[in-house]
């Protein structure tokens, strides 16, 4: 017996895409299987860790608690869709490539668009704020200080 499927229609990184999903797929699983963005990692699949945070019209959701149907009319940006068109690295990126917040990489997709949404919120973030704006989300290697060093590098950029 096959699964029915519904057609949606996403819009990712400016690009609108229509897919046939089962009701029941899960936003990451479309991001990764069904669009193939890769950049979006799944990690503990109960939106504890953050690896598969995405922006939805600027916000950070969980793309593992969230399934596709629900990001229909949304505005999806995923770690791809940071970059400039010409590949031009976004502050953020930037400034864990230059504070060495990159650790293993797993977890970096889900605290660049974290990162991100926050300091759209607060654009000069205390110390304090900093490591606030990151508490969310969980690095296996324990970067954490290379990551506020970021977070406070990328406000510097004008993130």
Known sequence: MSEPLLEVQLSVNGVVHDLRVPARRLLSDALRHD?????THVGCEH?????????ADGRPVRACLMFAVSAVGLNLT???????ADGTLSNVQQAFAE???LQ????TPGFLTTITAGLRDNPQPTHEQAR????????????YQN???AVERA???GA
């Open 147 to 149: 990551i506020v060093k």
């Open 35 to 39: 669009l193939g963005l890769t950049g």
């Open 155 to 157: 406000a510097e950029l």
């Open 99 to 101: 504070c060495h917040g």
């Open 47 to 55: 939106g504890v860790c953050g690896a598969c945070t995405v922006l």
């Open 78 to 84: 995923t770690v791809e869709g940071l970059a400039g």
């Open 132 to 143: 606030d704006m990151i508490a969310g989300n969980l690095c296996r290697c324990t970067g």
């Open 104 to 107: 293993c990489g797993f977890c």
